[in-house]
């Protein structure tokens, strides 16, 4: 892979797969020619919206974060907002995209949406293997949301939001089923959710985990219990991977200083960085860079 030389790393808006620049929702075939962006081929970008794409057709090969993966047929691929994606190579693909904003999630006035596993994404999975009921489900759900955004009606906007939550609704059942093993604790399930959610948007701001469990107006001890129930880990544990995982990409996919860095995802003293860091990667900042810049390049 190939770094981008731009301090920023580019985000991609939702208008870049259709000509709608105030779009915040898209559904297409894809009929065996790519959508890809030629400035985005080895080059790494963030997507501003959420991503699916059922594929029928063709191959590929992509990384997001620092996992690569191949695209096959009867496969279901989706990437979030604040994923790096890196194309390494693009074939004649066949399938069904569907994307959508942040915007468009809230629109919809249902909280519950944003706790979806498929959305919370804890797993960190980009693929999802389909059977082949699991596959024709989703196929005539696509169909009944193509059909109502091709052929607007009085409450369109309504009834595509209903068609995507279940959507996600159905392929969160389908990711709990691969990727989870815990099947109690609704209560703590909930409250795990509260905290991703909150980890994703503060991990720059809120370094410790009481800070996120005043948010969440309970105890330290109370907040741990639910997450170490979900995932083995301790909250602190969940903030600084999310740090270090940032940091990686930055140092990877940016031109950035380490003290740059540092000082965006929250730490005033480069040298407590470069410590951080080193504590939990086994090497400096810089000598991360160079080591991935050799392995990639």
Not at 126 to 150: G, P, R, S
Not at 207 to 217: F, I, N, P, R
Request: with cysteine.
């Amino acid at each position: 892979m190939n770094n981008n030389n731009n301090a920023a790393i580019p985000r991609y808006p939702l208008s870049e797969v259709t000509n709608n620049t105030n779009a915040q929702f898209v559904i297409k075939k894809v009929c065996g020619t790519s959508d890809v962006l030629t400035e985005q081929m080895f080059s790494p970008h963030r997507k501003d919206y959420y991503f699916f794409f059922l594929v029928k057709k063709g191959n590929s090969r992509h990384w997001v974060d620092f996992l690569s993966y191949q695209v096959q047929p009867h496969h279901l691929y989706f990437t979030l907002p604040h994923q790096i994606h890196v194309k390494e190579r693009e074939s004649q693909t066949v399938g069904s995209l569907i994307a959508f904003s942040e915007e468009f999630i809230t629109l919809c006035n249902d909280e519950t949406i944003k706790q979806l596993p498929i959305i919370q994404n804890n797993g960190l999975k980009h693929a999802i293997a389909l059977t082949a009921e699991e596959e024709d489900f989703l196929d005539h759900l696509f169909e009944l949301m193509l059909q109502e955004w091709l052929v607007p009606k009085a409450h369109t906007q309504t009834v595509l939001q209903s068609y995507v939550k279940i959507y996600l609704v159905y392929l969160s059942r389908i990711y709990s089923k691969l990727f989870s093993n815990d099947n109690n604790g609704v209560k703590q399930q909930a409250l795990f959710m509260q905290f991703s959610a909150l980890l994703g948007e503060k991990y720059a701001q809120l370094h410790h985990a009481g800070d996120y469990a005043d948010a969440l107006h309970i105890t330290t001890g109370h907040l741990n219990s639910a997450v170490k129930h979900h995932t083995g880990k301790t909250v602190t544990d969940m903030i600084q991977e999310r740090i270090m995982m940032e940091a990686k990409r930055l140092l990877f996919h940016s031109d950035m200083s380490v003290k740059e860095i540092g000082y965006q995802l929250g730490f005033e003293d480069a040298a407590y960085f470069n410590r951080t860091f080193k504590k939990h990667a086994g090497m400096t900042p810089l000598e991360f860079r160079q080591q991935t810049h050799e392995k990639y390049h």
